[in-house]
């Protein structure tokens, strides 16, 4: 198989290209072709290699039968082989599931892939994790294609790439890029990022450096990374570091790292230069990537030039993922029912989370930081996105024609940044459109920073959806083989150039509670426990004289202490009796309830059955004057007077994680353990807050503790969140507890939640609340009350930590 023959497609032959697939070689393109050689009633298609423009070589034959065999020429010039090297084999009881069957090298057959679908209609693979098989259906032919490509073809890296780039007929130059790009076996594997995710990024630089420079025979990988790596200031990126505490974190989805900094402590200059070496080390994973090592050792390498070569195609291939992307606009949406409520089909959560979760996949060497609006009503889109860094393009670049290095000074290093935020921008344009059907228009906006108004715009592109498919995909998919230099993709933008208008949403979907005196639909009313969305504000009017009353009476007890207690106490006793008045002329069951923040009023209905009652706000004067009374009693020491008044506190902010410690606090006072065992208990069942977990976690350990349940007690130890206010507190107890029970090591996280268990207890935030949040969230978003939405949003970001989360909440801002 070493020469493989090539052959010409005339202009009329049909064919196909496959979009990019992850193990394939950078720099080919691969497809199928159908009837090249004539009629064949056995032939269902030929797995080809697209050479240039015009020609193909063949890598296999597909049979209408459910075989594949490796071919170089076609059958009526050579028989196909006795045995096939790849066969579907569909289930005798139900033929729209079968296996991929692959032949080892010893001759036998294997099962490597599970398939959905007959060879009469599309087929997909089935897989527990995303494939390029499994997020696009195809006709039998291209399936059983794509799938010999992926599990055949590409199924070694090394071969792969000598293979398929070993062909009979290239020119000087396509043959210089074969050797330069093939796989060398190393002697030891090499670990290029050795440290990277343990040392502070200067010293693991610098770390490197000093490796490849120690090595006797460093490999091609080995080398480029040193070169990425010396274009680094290193006394400046230390200076920089004594600024702002970094870290180094990976994105498993886009195989890309993020470098995380404070950018309030940086100048702009120093914020671009740790942009660039992001870049760098994103360019860098790229090529480790491409050659199948990802962040494991390397075990063969490229030359020092095939790196730069598959380098520069990985910043070209940006726009390769536009047909996969537009592919996916029928599939399943993972975040279409986070909780307990399935979005509306098409509705706002359903194109944004569809949105953010694509964009949040995007392999983009540069850092994207973009913001996204949404009108679905009106099927528009508005995405901006920061410009990239000129310095994180290449210093210095192959060229293989040439065989020759080219120094890339910082002009050229500009042109290629703008031709790469135009193909970003004709990409997003892409996940614009495959976030949902019903969006038929889409701005993209490229910015860049501003010392006065912190952005500004310096290009917008409008898309009409039609348009868009017709005439720009097209484009996307021959960009790859097209020179940056000659800035092809900006040029193609020229002809889209607009502008955008100030905001696509109305402006009521951002509209705070006290001023949205919408109706609520009849499912969030249930939900929320309200019947409008004024009902759900929490925070007091910045005038209200009770508050006002309540600042004096601070002040007043900075010098009479009594006198300002008596006031307190009126105050109370004229807000409780406005609020009875208010429970009396309501028509419906009431409860009169303080919620320090909105997330607070959004948790609250987890602790009503009764889905009639609606919730009173509290004034805010009445819980900060009676946590007042409750302090002056606390400060006396005078815990039994106390109680009674932080009780009323409690009853008053049922749901206010403040209020549960302010009680706790009392009873721990008084001894009384088995209260503070019922009132710990109950926070945990509401609360979502990390450390608000970590405290009632550590007060319900002391209290178990005291009540003689040790085992319950060094679970909850255990249980209270490392790097909490409380945690270290909880490690000294703990210790003693374990010396007091005889136990050299404390239980692991996993028997600690099972012992919680079976005292009725559930690791916190409890599905009840995560639920409740997410079914907010849902229909306030499809409904359009964003502001309420991203509160929610932001507590489920904060608790399940997806990257597609934060998106949502930028986006609703």
Not at 80 to 91: A, F
Not at 210 to 235: K, W
Request: glycine content about 6%; aromatic content about 8%.
């Amino acid at each position: 198989m070493a020469e493989r023959p090539t052959y010409k497609l005339r202009f009329l032959d049909p064919k196909k290209r496959f979009p990019a697939m992850p193990e394939q070689p950078a720099g080919r393109s691969y497809g199928v072709v159908w009837k090249l050689f004539g009629e064949d009633q056995h032939e269902s298609c030929y797995v080809v290699e697209f050479v240039g423009k015009s020609h193909v070589s063949l890598l296999g034959y597909v049979s209408v039968s459910g075989e594949v065999y490796k071919v170089d020429r076609p059958v009526s010039e050579a028989p196909l082989p006795n045995d096939p090297d790849m066969e579907l084999v569909l289930d005798e009881s139900d033929s729209s599931i079968g296996e991929i069957m692959v032949r080892k090298a010893n001759g036998a057959m294997h099962a490597c892939a599970q398939t959905a679908g007959s060879p009469e209609g599309p087929m997909r693979e089935q897989s527990d994790h995303e494939t390029w098989n499994s997020t696009r259906a195809l006709p039998y032919g291209e399936f059983m294609a794509s799938m010999f490509l992926r599990y055949v073809i590409f199924a070694n890296s090394e071969s792969a790439i000598v293979n398929t780039a070993d062909v009979g007929g290239l020119d000087e130059g396509m043959q210089n890029v074969v050797d330069k790009i093939k796989l060398v076996k190393l002697p030891e594997p090499v670990e290029v990022f050795l440290g990277f995710n343990t040392s502070p990024l200067p010293d693991a630089i610098e770390t490197l450096l000093y490796r490849v420079d120690h090595a006797e025979n460093p490999s091609g990988i080995e080398r480029y990374a040193a070169a990425l790596m010396s274009e680094v200031d290193l006394p400046r990126l230390r200076t920089i570091a004594a600024k702002s505490e970094m870290s180094l974190a990976r994105i498993d989805r886009s195989k890309l790292f993020y470098l995380n900094f404070d950018r309030s402590l940086l100048d702009q200059d120093e914020i671009d230069m740790l942009l660039a070496i992001e870049c760098r080390l994103n360019r860098l994973s790229g090529i480790l990537e491409r050659i199948g090592a990802g962040l494991a050792p390397a075990a063969s390498s490229p030359s020092l030039e095939g790196c730069a070569l598959f380098d520069s195609w990985h910043i070209a291939k940006t726009t390769n993922d536009v047909p996969r992307l537009l592919d996916t606009a029928s599939s399943d949406n993972p975040w279409g029912k986070p909780g307990t409520v399935a979005c509306q089909p098409g509705g706002e959560w359903d194109v944004r989370t569809r949105f953010a979760r694509i964009v949040e996949a995007l392999n983009v060497v540069t850092r994207l930081d973009y913001t996204y609006r949404v009108n679905v009503a009106e099927g528009i889109m508005l995405v901006r996105f920061g410009q990239s860094v000129v310095d994180a393009m290449p210093q210095r670049g192959y060229d293989a024609q040439d065989d020759a290095w080219r120094e890339l000074d910082e002009d050229t290093r500009a042109i290629w940044a703008a031709e790469h935020d135009a193909r970003v921008a004709l990409t997003l344009a892409a996940a614009c459109f495959a976030a949902g059907t019903c969006i038929t228009r889409c701005y993209v906006q490229i910015a860049a920073p501003d010392s006065e108004q912190g952005e500004r715009v310096v290009a917008t592109y409008f898309f009409g959806r039609a348009a868009y498919l017709a005439d720009c995909v097209p484009v996307a998919k021959d960009l790859e083989s097209m020179d940056m230099d000659d800035m092809p993709c900006k040029r193609v933008l020229e002809a889209y150039e607009s502008t955008a208008p100030e905001t696509i949403e109305p402006a009521e979907v951002h509209a705070r509670p006290r001023d949205d005196h919408r109706i609520l639909p009849p499912a969030l009313r249930d939900l929320l426990l309200a019947d409008k969305a004024d009902e759900l504000e929490v925070m007091e009017e910045d005038d209200d004289p009770y508050v006002a009353r309540v600042v004096e009476l601070r002040e007043q007890a900075k010098v009479d202490r009594t006198g300002a207690f008596e006031g307190f106490s009126r105050l109370v006793e004229e807000l409780e009796a406005k609020c009875a008045v208010a429970e009396l002329l309501a028509t419906g069951p009431v409860q009169t309830q303080f919620c320090d923040n909105q997330l607070v009023r959004m948790v609250l209905p987890v602790l009503e059955e009764d889905r009639s009652v609606r919730i009173l706000r509290a004034p805010d004067a009445l819980y900060f004057a009676q946590h007042e009374i409750c302090s002056f009693y606390a400060e006396q020491e005078d815990f039994e007077r106390a109680l009674p008044e932080v009780r009323h506190l409690y009853d008053l902010a049922r749901s206010s994680m403040q209020s549960h410690f302010a009680l706790i606090n009392v009873l721990a006072r008084l001894e009384r353990f088995d209260e503070i065992i019922e009132v710990a208990r109950h926070g945990l069942r509401i609360a979502s807050d990390r450390s608000a977990i970590g405290y009632l976690f550590y007060r319900l350990a002391f209290a178990y503790w005291n009540c003689d349940q040790l085992d319950l007690a060094l679970a909850c130890y255990r249980l209270v969140p490392r790097g909490e206010e409380s945690g270290s507190s909880a490690l000294e107890e703990m210790q003693g507890l374990m010396n007091e029970m005889g136990v050299s090591e404390p239980p692991t996280f996993e028997e600690a939640v099972e012992t919680i268990r079976k005292a009725g207890l559930e690791l916190p935030p409890v599905s009840a609340v995560t639920n409740q949040l997410a079914d907010a969230a849902v229909q306030l978003v499809d409904n359009g009350f964003f502001f309420l939405a991203r509160g929610c949003i932001f507590q489920m970001w904060r608790t399940m930590g997806n990257d597609e989360l934060g998106s949502l909440n930028r986006s609703l801002g």
